[in-house]
């Protein structure tokens, strides 16, 4: 198993126009991305066969992808099927194919795929509710200065979120909490106990009757994160965020807060986009803080329990990158008490 077997978010669908060109990276590989014929997006390597231009600069004629330097025209297969400069003496060769990577669309999302196959067929992930009646989708986008295991474990990381969102996102009040954490099939599942309405500005409105919390957080294979609470009928809430490693050090972050409100669903958005992008525009911080550190003195940590969570995930990433399928992972389940 290998990174490049996942799919991976390279754009919203809305984002790819008919006549759009959009540059992209994934896994340090550099795409252009199009729609070609019958609307569907297509990925090649953004590199030009002729002199090495960027095809993400070019323009889409026809539904293919012509090359801003010389002219070189691209189809939806990565075939070159006209040269400028050859005018009528133009003959297609099977020696003029770019590298095309396999692309899907899913849930309002256009997904690749580096791998050119796969010891197993993986799928994109659906996103919890979206387009459901009576649920509602917020989708904010950010990039950060960090890797993807460090972005992942910072999603689903209690321990911070009184230090870096004071306020915004829980206070600090030394409040004993559990968890159970579980390492299973390529995934962490974390269950809390004993939450109340530590819950920031908005504790009041999204746990008005004090109702019994029930907070999930997940992590799946390779780069997905999920945190979810209930609190009651209408007060449903889920933060879903795909981490995608542009470099080593480089993570663009795609984020769907999707929430049931009852009757407050289209008027709260406006308030679920600015506080979940102040949230995250608080993470990016510190995570940049953090990844200089990084490179300056590497990735040697000092755990404690409650980073149960974070050495999960980073056991699942390890084996993907050695070559290895996370799920012969031994299952484990760990309880935890911590303070916040």
């Given at each position: 198993m290998k990174f490049e077997d996942f799919w991976y978010i390279i754009a919203l669908s809305e984002q790819l126009q008919p006549k759009t060109v959009l540059a992209r990276t994934v896994l340090g590989e550099w795409l252009a991305i199009f729609r070609g014929e019958n609307g569907e997006p297509v990925a090649l390597r953004d590199r030009c066969l002729?002199?090495?231009?960027?095809?993400?600069?070019?323009?889409?004629?026809?539904h293919a992808l012509q090359c801003p330097y010389h002219g070189w025209v691209y189809d939806s297969h990565g075939k070159v099927i006209a040269v400028p400069s050859e005018g009528d003496n133009f003959k297609p060769s099977p020696h003029r194919q770019a590298?095309?990577?396999?692309?899907?669309?899913?849930?309002?999302?256009?997904y690749v795929r580096l791998a050119d196959s796969s010891s197993e067929d993986f799928t994109p992930f659906p996103m919890p509710y979206y387009g459901q009646p009576g649920w509602e989708t917020v989708r904010v986008i950010n990039r950060f200065q960090n890797?993807?295991?460090?972005?992942?474990?910072?999603?689903?990381?209690?321990?911070?979120t009184a230090s870096?969102?004071?306020?915004?996102?829980?206070?600090?009040?030394?409040?004993?909490?559990?968890?159970?954490?579980?390492?299973?099939?390529?995934?962490?599942?974390?269950?809390y106990q004993n939450e109340t309405t530590n819950l920031g500005w908005y504790a009041g409105f999204l746990n008005a009757q004090g109702t019994k919390i029930e907070h999930i957080d997940r992590f799946y294979m390779p780069n997905i994160t999920s945190v979810e609470y209930k609190m009651g009928k209408n007060r449903r809430l889920l933060i879903t965020s795909q981490s995608i490693p542009e470099t080593d050090n480089t993570t663009l972050?795609?984020?769907?807060?999707?929430?049931?409100?009852?009757?407050?669903?289209?008027?709260?958005?406006?308030?679920?986009?600015?506080?979940?992008?102040?949230?995250i525009g608080q993470d990016v911080k510190i995570l940049g803080i953090q990844g200089e550190a990084?490179?300056?003195?590497?990735?040697?940590?000092?755990?404690?329990?409650?980073?149960?969570?974070?050495?999960?995930?980073?056991?699942?990433?390890?084996?993907?990158?050695a070559g290895e399928d996370p799920r012969s992972l031994s299952h484990q389940s760990v309880?935890?008490?911590?303070w916040v």
């Open positions: 002729h002199r090495n231009s960027r095809l993400s600069v070019g323009k889409v004629c026809n590298k095309v990577y396999a692309t899907k669309e899913q849930d309002g999302y256009v890797n993807v295991t460090n972005c992942a474990e910072n999603f689903i990381d209690i321990p911070h870096v969102h004071p306020g915004v996102f829980r206070t600090s009040r030394k409040q004993k909490l559990e968890m159970t954490v579980e390492r299973k099939d390529g995934s962490v599942l974390v269950e972050v795609y984020t769907d807060v999707t929430y049931n409100y009852g009757i407050w669903n289209w008027f709260a958005r406006p308030f679920v986009w600015w506080t979940a992008q102040h949230i990084i490179a300056k003195y590497g990735t040697k940590f000092q755990n404690t329990p409650a980073d149960t969570i974070h050495v999960f995930v980073e056991s699942i990433r390890d084996a993907i990158a309880k935890v008490t911590f």
